[in-house]
């Protein structure tokens, strides 16, 4: 579809009063394929031209010559619309699929530039709850598709390894621990601790004094706080790491907040000698009154460190090693303020890259008792969620194709599928309610409906093993056809599109929009039974569609199983 855009883009630049890439950016896909394969609303050339956009749109089309990629362009009221040879669409769609098999979709326009992406971040010696998996999906997907763009992409876990939760467990673990629960069940163990505290804090308040004190003389290098500190963070980072398996997450870098421990004294005295920072109250901050918003709190009273001091050494620290044309933090909406703080302060210390950082938030996942609490107890461990919809999947399977090779392996991935297709098929932005009902609803738009269609399209080409791979495609002409191909030449716009506005969702969603055409080409077009020349354009159409289902569910991190 690029080569199209690029035409219309020529042929519109020769007779609008706007840049190629402005063209670009406006064209539009219209909601009905009679309305042609993209369109142009005329709205914004009214004032400069003095006219209606109708009338406008009447003008130029008179004025465009369409041939060779356009059959017609015609105004259709304020819009003109370009329609697509269809002869050449499909020739060009399923062409470059073929070529580019796995990469197809894919282009260079990231080449040499760098993209950091800080994604999932959990807090040690605290289980992985299934609010974790926004931030680890959303940020995963990100990095697939910008990697697909052609950039580099770094991808940083920046573990919550420090702060005064430490000092909390330090106490709770000397208090009531057992070292033998604790190598046989760490993770278990320490959150039944963490949940313990904080009831006990409630009546006897020295406990939250205590934990401080120890969280002190950890940032101070006490032999004892620090044992104990490294235990829990690696027997916690080797129950996240069983945890990204499952969920094929991967990162190039584990830098958790103490990886930053060494750099905050250097750090903060550059923020000093710059004048940007101010005691206030014994506490050291840099007043953020310009920006309309609250201070910047860089080291407490009693003279430990901040979240934010971390995040400032951590944000100099990556751009002085990675050099990036872009930092994406992955983080719920509900620390928007503390990256508004981060940003300003950075850009206040005079470094120019800080425009290139951006937050990329997202809603809540809600549950009809309410908001999930660590502290209370009420975590939903996300390992318990993907095994029951494993489960679940099992069930459907047993009940549907008993005789299904690999049972246990298919059932995984349609389960998992579909836990993470419940996350990335919303608008990151919006809250998720999590309700089983919905998350393990195997039918509608949902992982395990694109799956199904995937493993169609492999079902049918297995039998057709005499197929050689030729087609012609002068003779997909019927509606069906055509629509399928216009939807499988779209592929590379979503994710264009995805990456522009850091929302996997459009891949997503792009992707149960596919699962619906092929769905409507199977049932009105017959492949296997359909004559030699037709059979072999159709098997054509049902591979490429294959191909593209692959690669759309592979960068949302989704498998694609052959069977089902």
């Known amino acids: 579809m690029e080569k ?40 914004r050339l009214a004032k400069i031209l003095r006219s209606a956009p109708a009338k406008i749109s009447a003008e130029l089309a008179g004025k465009i010559t369409p041939a060779p990629y356009f059959s017609r362009v015609e105004a259709h009221g304020p819009y003109l619309n370009f329609y697509c040879d269809r002869r050449l669409l499909t020739a060009e769609t399923l062409s470059g699929i073929f070529a580019g098999k796995e990469r197809y979709g894919w282009k260079d326009r990231g080449f040499g530039r760098t993209v950091v992406i800080d994604f999932s971040a959990p807090n040690i010696a605290k289980p992985f709850g299934i609010g974790h998996l926004r931030s680890t999906v959303i940020g995963q997907a990100l990095y697939r598709i910008y990697q697909a763009l052609g950039f580099r992409c770094i991808g940083i876990n920046h573990l919550g390894d420090w702060g005064t939760q430490f000092g909390k467990l330090i106490v709770a673990f000397l208090r009531w621990g057992d070292a033998q629960h604790l190598e046989e069940k760490p993770i278990e163990h320490l959150y039944d601790l963490y949940v313990r505290f904080h009831r006990a804090a409630e009546t006897d308040t020295a406990l939250e004094e ?70 206030s109250e014994g506490a050291l901050i840099v007043s953020l009154d310009e920006d309309g918003l609250p201070p910047c709190l860089l080291r407490k009273q009693d003279g430990a460190t901040l979240y934010a001091t971390r995040d400032l050494c951590a944000a100099i620290y990556r751009q002085r090693m990675f050099n990036f044309d872009r930092m994406l933090y992955v983080v719920g909406a509900d620390q928007a303020l503390h990256f508004q703080q981060l940003f300003a302060v950075l850009k206040k210390m005079g470094y120019q890259w800080a425009e290139k950082c951006v937050h990329v938030p997202f809603g809540l996942i809600r549950f009809k008792d309410g908001k999930m609490s660590t502290r209370q107890g009420t975590l939903i461990f996300l390992e318990d969620v993907l095994a029951r919809a494993s489960e679940l999947a099992a069930g459907i399977i047993a009940e549907k194709n008993p005789k299904l090779p690999d049972k246990e392996k298919v059932a995984g991935q349609v389960g998992i599928g579909a836990v993470i297709f419940a996350d990335l098929g919303n608008d990151r932005v919006k809250d998720i309610e999590f309700e089983w009902e919905k998350v393990l609803d195997f039918s509608g738009e949902t992982a395990p409906y694109i799956q199904y269609a995937h493993a169609r399209t492999c079902s049918i080409l297995r ?37 522009e506005t850091y929302k996997p969702s459009v891949i997503a969603r792009y992707l149960i929009e596919l699962a619906k055409e092929f769905n409507k080409f199977y049932h009105q077009c017959p492949v296997l039974t359909a004559d030699s020349l037709r059979r072999a354009s159709r098997l054509g159409l049902v591979a490429a569609t294959r191909q593209v289902l692959q690669n759309g569910l592979s960068m949302l991190g989704i498998a694609a199983p052959d069977e089902m």
Not at 467 to 494: I, K, N
Request: charged share 25%.
């Open 210 to 279: 205590e934990a401080r004190a120890w969280f002190l003389k950890l940032e101070n290098g006490d032999p004892e706080a620090r044992r104990l500190w490294l235990l829990f963070r690696t027997l916690s980072l080797e129950e996240f790491k069983r945890v990204y398996t499952q969920l094929g997450v991967q990162f190039d870098y584990y830098q958790g907040e103490s990886f930053f421990n060494e750099m905050l004294g250097d750090t903060v005295r550059l923020v000093e000698e710059q004048g940007l920072a101010k005691v």
């Open 463 to 499: 039998k057709a093993p005499d197929w050689d791979g030729s087609y012609d495609a002068a003779l997909l002409t019927c509606p069906e056809e055509q629509q399928l191909v216009s939807t499988l030449a779209r592929f590379g716009q979503a994710i264009e599109r995805a990456a």
């Open 4 to 43: 199209f855009l690029a035409e219309a883009v020529s042929l519109l630049a020769g007779q609008v009063p706007h840049d190629k890439e402005q063209l670009l950016s406006e064209l539009e896909t219209p909601p009905d394929p009679e309305l042609g394969d993209f369109a142009y609303p005329c709205f």
